[in-house]
């Protein structure tokens, strides 16, 4: 909880973990839940909350971010309508928006604090997201820091002389280099994890949370970076749709099956479906110009392919995939054009109700903390020294047969020669690993149960 002593009304989305507090006036102790929400969630007054100290920048963040969860956007980014499905408790106990929410008194810092606790309760919510509105919306809130962002990339990649011209966006030519730029500046960012864990501790970033963390020097996974680039893109009118793809998945796509799932969330037996998403890319329409793009980096070259190049990877016919680097080999990843529902809404759920998709990126989607040309770094979480011994035994037979370079360690440490390469090479990164240790281990506690320790494993890449 953040604040200080006195009436303080949280809200806690369930799945997300998303978490904000404000403090509020005594005479909303009486208020119904409806009109709690009225005031202080559908219409909070985020900048004047700031401003009198009754809410913290973290918690603006996050206030901000549940409105998205709770309520529609309409097409001019404004809020609208609440999701249907949306379900309030406190602990237990559901509450109607006629109910007339608990206190709930205790101490803080040494001061009594008045708590209204409201948890949302999200699993029954459709896949009824506005997503032009929601982008608009997510812009409108920081104009200045996005449009910085875009001219920032710009001046690095093509030059300040030529940014303003191409800002213009009067011809083809300026679109494709404006939409390269970005590009470019998104695939350089680090493609990591770790700052699931750290800061924030956001379980899965919309776009604009993306390009917040790489301008704080972070990065992400495939899918948040190409909602990062749409998000920057959609603003400046670039018309795009998702591509989604997958290791050995030639097609075809299982349409409805991906959409049961979406559904169902039930994945048991499901993997042969699943690796038709395993990756995420866009396709642009410039001016009747077709440009596949992917702004991965990790294991994925840079792709910046236009019209017949795009088509040979995206034909229905004779389709070439892209060749990605795995640890032990490299892999045939093959791009599909699907109807735009099945990405959006995957997305929509790993932010939004997939539990758990932070440690899913990382374990089972075996992605680790951070991949770059040189270097892949995992955790080797285990609750008993029998489980660290097999699963580093795993790793080692791994390494042996691919000829890398290895550190492994039953410790959250860099002590080793190849983590000390590893630290130096990349001394933010390392640092940043290091501060992640605890929140992961309250993660796994809180998915798996308690008890769990973690080591880290090293590996020294091959270009």
Not at 186 to 203: A, C, H, M, P
Request: charge should be negative.
């Amino acid at each position: 909880m953040e604040s200080t002593a006195g009436q303080i009304l949280q809200f806690t989305d369930l799945v997300s973990t998303r978490k904000c507090a404000l403090r509020i006036e005594p005479e909303d102790n009486s208020l119904t839940l409806g009109a709690l929400l009225e005031k202080h969630l559908y219409r909070a007054p985020i900048q004047p909350l700031l401003k009198e100290s009754r809410i913290t920048q973290h918690s603006a963040d996050e206030l901000y971010a549940i409105q998205d969860l709770v309520y529609a956007s309409s097409d001019r980014g404004l809020l609208t309508h609440m999701f249907h499905g949306v379900v309030f408790k406190d602990g237990g106990r559901l509450l109607g928006l006629d109910d007339v929410p608990a206190n709930h008194r205790t101490r803080v810092a040494g001061q009594d604090v008045s708590i209204i606790d409201v948890a949302i309760d999200r699993i029954d919510v459709g896949y009824d997201r506005n997503w032009p509105g929601f982008h608009k919306r997510k812009w409108a809130r920081d104009e200045a820091k996005y449009a910085n962002f875009v001219r920032t990339s710009l001046d690095r990649e093509v030059g300040s002389a030529d940014a303003e011209a191409i800002l213009q966006m009067t011809g083809t030519g300026d679109k494709l280099r404006l939409l390269e730029a970005l590009a470019r500046t998104v695939w350089n960012s680090q493609f990591e994890n770790y700052s699931r864990f750290i800061g924030k501790k956001l379980v899965y970033k919309s776009g604009d949370e993306t390009i917040d963390n790489i301008i704080e020097g972070g990065g992400a996974v495939c899918s948040e970076k190409v909602q990062a680039l749409k998000f920057l893109t959609d603003h400046y009118g670039l018309t795009s749709e998702y591509i989604i793809a997958g290791e050995n998945a030639e097609g075809p796509v299982p349409v409805e099956k991906l959409r049961e799932l979406l559904a169902t969330f039930d994945f048991q037996f499901a993997k042969r479906y699943m690796r038709f998403w395993q990756h995420a890319a866009l396709l642009y329409d410039i001016d009747g110009v077709r440009v596949l793009v992917d702004v991965t980096n990790g294991n994925i070259p840079f792709v910046f392919l236009r019209d017949a190049a795009a088509e040979r990877i995206l034909g229905y016919r004779d389709k070439i995939p892209i060749t990605a680097r795995m640890v032990e080999s490299e892999e045939d990843f093959f791009y599909h054009r699907v109807p735009q529902d099945i990405p959006e809404n995957l997305f929509f759920a790993l932010e939004g109700w997939w539990p758990f998709s932070d440690l899913m990126q990382v374990f089972e989607n075996e992605l680790g903390l951070y991949l770059s040309s040189d270097y892949y770094v995992t955790p080797i979480p285990f609750r008993t020294e029998k489980e660290f011994r097999r699963d580093r035994q795993e790793y080692l037979n791994v390494f042996q047969r691919a000829g890398l370079e290895s550190s492994i360690t039953d410790s959250w440490t860099l002590d080793s020669p190849l983590g000390a390469w590893f630290l130096d090479a990349e001394p933010e990164v390392g640092a940043r690993i290091l501060l992640a240790r605890g929140h992961l281990l309250a993660r796994l506690d809180e998915c798996d149960g308690p008890g769990h320790d973690s080591g880290l494993v090293i590996m020294k890449l091959r270009n």
